[in-house]
């Protein structure tokens, strides 16, 4: 298995762009989560699927946020407008079942000019 | 006082020594503890899963949780160069934070020195 794949791997834009980042989680995780990685606040959940289904948006920052599932094999991440404060590391991860191990992906090192 | 605390280091030792990485959190109700190993601009693995308390040993690696001090850590024996990473300490009120996501540490930086 290829592992979850996120894409763009790294994406500047200007302040005020839409940013959409990218997620392919492993075949047959029904869970998908969305990270965020800064250096001050360390890494956290921003939203988690379970079977396409949004379950926790409690950490979904501003609603300049937004993140859909619309199949088991793609999640999106969007950012609209973009601020600088939202440069950061963005991971997608994923697992089969509650007991299961979250893999992450290789994140996307986004930076907002 | 924030849920998880992890002592951001850096922590530079020797190679050939034991190393020992801690986080205390404040969330009872945690249960479920894991021990993640990033590589510079590279996602989280899993090194280390545990339950409740007690010790959980995988080869060079030993994982210790106390629940009544709400203290968990991480050691690691015959350190080498390769373990040189951030470890992010992890846990879960449900099995495998499948159900609401981890709440994770800051992350440690080790670095073993050659």
């Known amino acids: 298995d290829a592992g979850v794949i996120q894409s763009p791997r790294h994406e500047v834009t200007e302040m005020g762009q839409e940013v959409t980042l990218r997620c392919k989680p492993i075949s047959g995780h029904d869970y998908l989560f969305w990270y965020r990685q800064t250096m001050m606040r360390g890494l956290e959940l921003l939203i988690y699927f379970n079977n396409n289904v949004p379950i926790d948006d409690s950490g979904m920052p501003e609603d300049r946020f937004s993140a859909k599932m619309p199949n088991a094999s793609f999640s999106t991440l969007k950012i609209q407008p973009s601020e600088p404060r939202d440069s950061a590391v963005y991971f997608c991860a994923s697992n089969p079942f509650p007991g299961g191990t979250q893999y992450f992906g290789p994140g996307t090192r986004l930076t907002v000019l | 006082q924030k849920e998880v605390e992890q002592d951001p280091g850096p922590l530079s030792v020797p190679e050939g020594a034991i190393v020992s990485l801690n986080c205390t959190y404040s969330?009872?109700?945690?249960?479920?503890f894991m021990w993640y190993r990033q590589y510079s601009r590279k996602g989280p693995e899993l090194l280390m899963y545990t339950y409740s308390s007690g010790n959980k040993e995988d080869g060079r690696f030993t994982a210790q949780v106390d629940k009544s001090s709400k203290y968990i850590s991480l050691f690691i024996r015959d350190s080498q160069p390769s373990d040189s990473a951030t470890y992010l300490c992890?846990?879960?009120?449900?099995?495998?934070?499948?159900?609401?996501?981890?709440?994770f540490g800051k992350g440690t930086h080790l670095i073993i020195q050659p």
């Open positions: 969330n009872s109700a945690f249960q479920y």
């Open positions: 992890a846990m879960s009120a449900r099995s495998g934070g499948g159900a609401d996501g981890l709440t």
